[in-house]
């Protein structure tokens, strides 16, 4: 049963993203995955192929609620530690899982050797993911979506889960206002006074350097009508300052 939810976390493993070997391609997929169904993107890890980083980001991201997506590691080479530490974290053992191994043997035949198979043991009560891409699988536990590294399988499989499992968001609107030479310290007070007055919208403040000085932009999102009411907030008290502002893109 598809079921409603707050936002996305998305963890990406991999040593080689850490060090410049490889350039990330998950977050822009998963961000834009997100973004069509409304889910904002709660937070984003780049994690080391470290057993012991990964335990403990897994079982900080298990306690947390949302649900993510995990990107990396579930292969069977030695540097693949994400299996086993995503079992630790959810506190059940690593099984063959008996679905997963059928896929696997099916699709390597002959070759099906244990080594490959060991791409089939997953934390025990773990769901499968199915990969569209070359059919090897993904896997689903304590709110917790494991996904190969390789963004052509994981763009398709996120798609799935968010299809399968999740339901869209609420419509989303997203405004801003550009305050040429304008100062982040100037505008403090005004800051407080709308987070005080709108704590159900998301702002943000960003200085910005233009050619022969500084602006400042001011964004605000969520429900589109309380995004027009705080917006205008902002039009009205900048216009009391004497303060020029600008629409933002």
């Not at 609620?65 to 579930?74: A, H, L, Q």
């Not at 390789?150 to 405004?175: H, I, K, S, T």
Request: glycine share 12%; aromatic share 8%; net charge negative.
């Amino acid at each position: 049963m598809r079921r409603e939810i707050g936002g996305f976390g998305l963890i990406i493993v991999g040593s080689e993203v850490l060090d410049g070997r490889v350039r990330d391609r998950h977050l822009d997929r998963a961000r834009a995955a997100l973004g069509r169904r409304n889910l904002p993107l709660r937070y984003v890890l780049i994690l080391p192929d470290d057993p012991a980083t990964l335990l403990g980001q897994l079982e900080w991201a298990m306690a947390r609620g949302d649900p993510f997506f995990c990107c990396g590691g579930i292969g069977a080479t030695p540097d693949d530690h994400t299996r086993r530490c995503a079992a630790a974290a959810a506190g059940v053992p690593l099984r063959a899982h008996p679905e997963a191994t059928a896929i696997l043997a099916a699709r390597f035949g002959d070759r099906a050797d244990p080594h490959r198979l060991r791409m089939a043991e997953f934390p025990a009560g773990s769901l499968i993911i199915p990969n569209p891409y070359n059919g090897v699988p993904g896997f689903t536990i304590a709110g917790g979506h494991f996904l190969p590294g390789f963004p052509e399988m994981a763009g398709p499989m996120m798609e799935w889960v968010l299809d399968n499992c999740y339901l869209p968001g609420p419509a989303r609107a997203a405004c801003s206002l550009v305050i040429p030479d304008g100062r982040e310290a100037d505008l403090a007070g005004l800051m407080e006074e709308f987070i005080a007055a709108f704590p159900g919208l998301v702002f943000s403040s960003l200085p910005r350097i233009v050619a022969g000085g500084w602006d400042v932009v001011l964004g605000v999102s969520g429900p589109p009508e309380a995004v027009e009411e705080g917006i205008g907030w902002w039009r009205d008290k900048l216009r009391e300052a004497g303060r020029e502002f600008v629409e933002g893109e």
